[in-house]
């Protein structure tokens, strides 16, 4: 098979990036767009040894699944890769393809509502040469290019309805030229954007924002450098994890989809199966988005966490829900964590949350406490395959396993694995 051939296949599965996948000559052809069940002529684009890659020249038939794309820029925006796919289709394909990761079946998929969901967002802004008016929107799939976004339906409804309002203050901004990018998030507290600016913004454009922040309810912060921020006005924002509420800064890491959060925590603190004379050790901890709900019910409750500036917000979060079980501290937990005083403790509990380059630094640690449950919440499939065989080998049995859908119409694969011992 050589590439620009056309070949007729029928895709058989949906990676989790929604591309079909479909078998020709013994290899894994993916092609975008294409469902399973469907026929298509289909030029192969891309010859790999272990995989090819086509585009669909014309779709012979169409699966049942297949749905309307909400939104007008889907197909270009590279914010979703899967509108077209029905989301029970595409629960069960990264359902299917999590379970064959895990070698083992998936128990539950916890999701919410499929749209409405991200209540963070960051909007590039452009201001082309050649074009009339500001762009603002997300970059094109593969591309820096700019998608000039007027509607986005994953957004929550309160971000969304902002936009028209946002793009016309920011194009009439004497500065509009040298803005760099807009972030909006929805707090509980209320919507707060941040907005960043290369260059020095004019006491007319403060104005002018200041009089948009205070007409729509939007908390504003400016950042004059990728590290600074000035807060203009607003209340420090704050969300809900488990009933507690959890201060934080619009630069800090929230989880986006609010309604999987809530569900997720809770279901961690079922299968860790917490008990009042439990110690409970939280990795990767951010700002206590677990760490705070576990000291509710546990005796004591450790923390750690790379970042010093969540480190501080979650002694802060603790102290306003008056919780004095809780102890956080600061350590890079993929260098050798042996020396540092919390490691040396007994836990009974274990919970993780790491990044998408998992947790292989600290497995053997987590052996060796020898934990009888371990939580891990995982944004990478991969690395929780990979970091599970630690437990797995030291004799632990995988007890649970869900899959979040934390980002529907996303190729986002979100986890969570309980891992017991007799």
């Known amino acids: 098979m050589t590439t ?36 298509a002529e289909v030029v192969v684009s891309e010859e790999k040894k272990q995989f090819s890659r086509g585009d669909v020249k014309k779709r012979l038939s169409q699966s049942p699944e297949r749905v309307t794309p909400r939104c007008p820029h889907f197909g270009v925006c590279g914010g979703c890769q899967q509108q077209h796919a029905s989301v029970d289709l595409q629960q069960r394909s990264k359902a299917q393809a999590l379970a064959r990761m895990m070698k083992h079946e998936v128990d539950e998929i916890i999701s919410g509502p499929a749209w409405g969901y991200r209540r963070r967002a960051r909007l590039s802004l452009n201001f082309p040469p050649r074009k ?130 809530q569900q997720m925590v809770a279901r961690a603190l079922a299968w860790l199966d917490i008990q009042p004379g439990d110690r409970v050790l939280d990795l990767f901890c951010g700002m206590g988005n677990f760490t705070l709900p576990l000291a509710r019910l ?52 274990v919970l993780l949350d790491p990044a998408r380059a ?17 939580v891990y919440v995982s944004c990478n499939p991969s690395t929780l395959a990979r970091d599970s065989e630690a437990l797995l080998a030291a004799g632990y049995r995988t007890g649970r396993l869900a899959m979040l859908d934390m980002f529907p119409h996303s190729g986002h694969l979100e986890s969570m694995a309980l891992f017991e011992r007799d």
């Open 132 to 261: 009339p008016g500001l762009q603002m929107g997300f970059r094109k799939a593969g591309s820096n290019d700019l998608v000039d976004v007027h509607h986005c339906p994953i957004l929550v409804p309160r971000l969304e309805a902002l936009l028209p309002a946002l793009r016309d203050c920011l194009s009439r901004l004497d500065g509009a030229r040298h803005l760099g990018h807009v972030e909006l998030v929805d707090a509980a507290s209320g919507p707060l954007m941040v907005l960043r600016h290369m260059k020095p913004l004019s006491a007319d454009d403060r104005e002018k924002l200041e009089c948009f922040s205070h007409s729509e309810g939007v908390a504003l912060y400016l950042a004059p450098e990728s590290d600074t921020l000035e807060q203009l006005n607003g209340d420090t924002p704050w969300y809900e994890s488990n009933g507690l509420r959890l201060t934080f800064s619009p630069r800090d890491f929230i989880q986006v989809n609010d309604a999987v959060n």
């Open 4 to 39: 620009r051939e056309i070949i007729t296949v029928t895709a058989d599965g949906l990676d989790a990036f929604g591309q079909g996948v479909a078998r020709h000559h013994g290899k894994a052809l993916f092609i975008a767009g294409l469902l399973p069940g469907e026929q």
């Open 298 to 349: 546990a005796e004591s409750v450790v923390g750690v966490e790379g970042v010093a500036a969540l480190v501080a917000k979650g002694d802060y979060n603790a102290g306003i829900n008056a919780l004095k079980n809780v102890t956080f501290f600061q350590h890079n937990l993929e260098e050798d964590v042996t020396k540092q005083p919390w490691a040396r403790q007994g836990f009974d509990k």
């Open 358 to 374: 998992g947790a292989a630094g600290v497995m053997p640690h987590i052996v060796k406490l020898k934990p009888r449950r371990v």
